[in-house]
């Protein structure tokens, strides 16, 4: 069946034409993003949901998402999703981060020009016939120093916009490295010497719990008197009230705000205040943006719910769509070598270690690790997948290891899965030219068997007459044989057998097979 794509704000129909394209069935609905409970009471019926920032996409939302697998955002900021219970749930969320960054810059530039001369208000008046030439007196941004707090896809071009407009430009930003401030051509500041030095400050950082209420009354204080604000970010990066307080007295100049605490903002104490320009969050409102979110998202989500390949997750490693038919097999090899182990742990699991060996050591081993991780947890987590397998480890106390060589003794390539509880315990495999992944060592022993819905995993003592009452067993309980593998250190020594059967194994089978003298034990799988 086609997977099913819900778009929920108003997106270029180029998206909606991509979808068809790619024969993912799409309902477009622009204005449901606003009505959560019509959301909450639809979206199990999708695979997908495609958004801008009026969606609100809450853990009840999620909850309520039962096949969703993907939630794509068309533009930047993710904070309208709650990333972590999408993560918890196994949905992918993706983001645009450079198809509106441009158009977002030049918002915060013109929103600039507006503040320093006053353009909104003087265009207001001049419409009302007033001609007040002597009203408006502006200042000059040559020369002014700009503030930027933030300096990553967008901020980076505000700054180059803003040095081609002969401004000095003083940048905030943890993660701005020395070099690139000298590239962008910025001097790399702390917060409170941006406060002190900037005439104009723009906001370009994402709305996190570090980030959030960055600018409130004792960051205003630091500022000069007569600072003028920008902010084309988010909301909730700047304390309102104290703002109000602020451009009230006097201290700040002036404020340009396209984004609000609350939105979409149809009151505030700060509409109709002289000294405030406000957009309603228009910073990605261009045609070329929106063209290029809207396409990219809807190529990345169809590109994962077709093909597998993950690009621009918030929450998962990417898998290009070149590379997702070459990893495919060994992301089924990597879980199925976990759920061999996973079923087969009982103790605490302080450790996994995953060693890569040939030519999978060279391929995406990030995807390939979720995959182990995804196959080892789900006996314990139903719903566990690669998107949430990492963080569900993690929370479990579970080191996580990946080794990786160059070449494999016996084969092409090969993962060896090793599960850490008191002690270790190993099993490896590889994947065949057929395309089909084989189990090839358990506990260090060599053997060769293909993953199977239904199996019998027994460990013995190699002593002769076993595999006689095995087989013997099976045929009195009418259970069919389909395939047979063998293994063994050294004769007389530990041995194994991984039996594929049609149909259910029996528990008492079972029973009987682990009270065969010679058996250490006696399980069934299933893969
Ligand atoms: N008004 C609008 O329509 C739009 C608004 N946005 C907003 O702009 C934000 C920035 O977008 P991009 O530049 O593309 O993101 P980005 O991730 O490229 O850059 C964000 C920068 O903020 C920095 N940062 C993080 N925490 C910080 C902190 N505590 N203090 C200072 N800097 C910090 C990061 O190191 C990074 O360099 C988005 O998160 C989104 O909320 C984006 C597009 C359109
Ligand atoms: O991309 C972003 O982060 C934006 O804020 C753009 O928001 P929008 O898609 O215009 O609702």
Redesign the pocket.
Same mark, same amino acid.
């Given at each position: 069946m086609a997977p099913r794509v819900l778009i929920s704000d108003k997106l270029s129909p180029t998206a909606v034409q991509i979808f068809k394209d790619r024969g993912v069935e799409v309902d477009y609905q622009p204005d449901l993003g606003k009505d959560k409970d019509k959301l909450f009471a639809i979206i199990g019926n999708y695979d997908g949901l495609a958004i801008r920032?009026a969606t609100k996409v809450t853990e009840k939302i999620i909850s309520a998402a039962k096949n969703l697998k993907v939630i794509g955002r068309a $533009?930047?900021?993710v904070?309208n999703v709650d990333v972590p219970a999408a993560t918890a749930k196994g949905v992918i969320v993706m983001n645009t /981060? !450079?198809g509106?960054?441009i158009?977002?810059a030049e918002?915060a530039i013109a929103m600039m020009f507006a503040l320093a001369r006053q353009i909104p208000e003087a265009n207001a008046s001049t419409h009302a016939g007033k001609w007040e030439k002597n009203r408006f007196m502006g200042v000059e941004l040559t020369s002014k120093t700009l503030g930027v707090?933030?300096? $990553?896809?967008?901020?980076?071009i505000v700054a180059e916009r803003a040095i081609g407009l002969r401004m000095h430009v003083v940048a905030?930003? /943890? !993660?701005?490295s020395a070099e690139r401030a000298v590239d962008l051509g910025v001097e790399k500041v702390e917060?409170d010497e941006l406060f002190r030095r900037a005439d104009f400050i723009t906001l370009?950082?994402?709305?996190?719990d570090?980030?959030r209420n960055?600018i409130d009354i004792s960051a205003i204080l630091k500022m000069k008197k007569g600072v003028r604000i920008i902010n084309?970010?988010?909301g909730g990066l700047i304390v309102e009230a104290d703002l109000k307080a602020a451009l009230d007295s006097g201290h700040v100049a002036g404020a340009a705000l396209?984004?609000f605490e609350v939105e979409p903002a149809t009151e505030h104490p700060l509409f109709g205040h002289p000294n405030v320009v406000c957009t309603p969050?228009?910073?990605?409102?261009t045609t070329e943006a929106q063209e290029n979110v809207a396409l990219q998202v809807a190529e990345q989500m169809a590109d994962y719910l077709i093909k597998g390949a993950v690009q621009n997750a918030l929450n998962m490693p990417s898998i290009t769509a070149d590379e997702a038919p070459r990893l495919t097999p060994f992301v089924k090899l990597a879980e199925q070598l976990g759920s061999f182990a996973g079923q087969l742990t009982e103790e605490g699991i302080k450790g996994i270690r995953i060693e890569y060996e040939g030519d999978v050591a060279g391929m995406n081993t990030r995807a390939l690790t979720a995959a182990a991780l995804t196959g080892v947890l789900r006996p314990l987590l139903q719903t566990v997948n690669m998107v949430s397998a990492p963080i569900m480890a993690k929370e479990r106390g579970i080191q996580v290891s990946e080794l990786r060589r160059e070449s494999a003794e016996n084969y092409d390539s090969l993962i060896r899965l090793v599960v850490i509880t008191d002690r270790e315990r190993a099993v490896a495999g590889t994947v065949f030219a057929d395309g089909r992944p084989r189990i090839v060592e358990i506990k260090g022993i060599k053997m060769e068997a293909e993953f199977a819905p239904s199996m019998i995993y027994v460990t013995n003592e190699d002593k002769p007459g076993f595999i006689g009452r095995f087989a013997g067993l099976l045929g009195d309980a009418g259970i069919n044989i389909a395939t047979f593998a063998l293994g063994r250190h050294a004769p007389g020594e530990d041995a194994i057998c991984l039996v594929e059967v049609d149909g259910e194994i029996p528990a008492e089978l079972l029973a009987e097979v682990q009270a065969i003298p010679a058996v250490r034990q006696a399980r069934a799988l299933t893969f």
């Open positions: 920032s $533009g930047i900021g904070d /981060p !450079f509106n960054s158009t977002t918002h707090i933030g300096c $990553g896809n967008i901020g980076s905030y930003d /943890p !993660f701005l917060l370009h950082t994402p709305l996190t570090k980030t960055i084309c970010a988010r396209d984004v969050h228009l910073g990605a409102s």
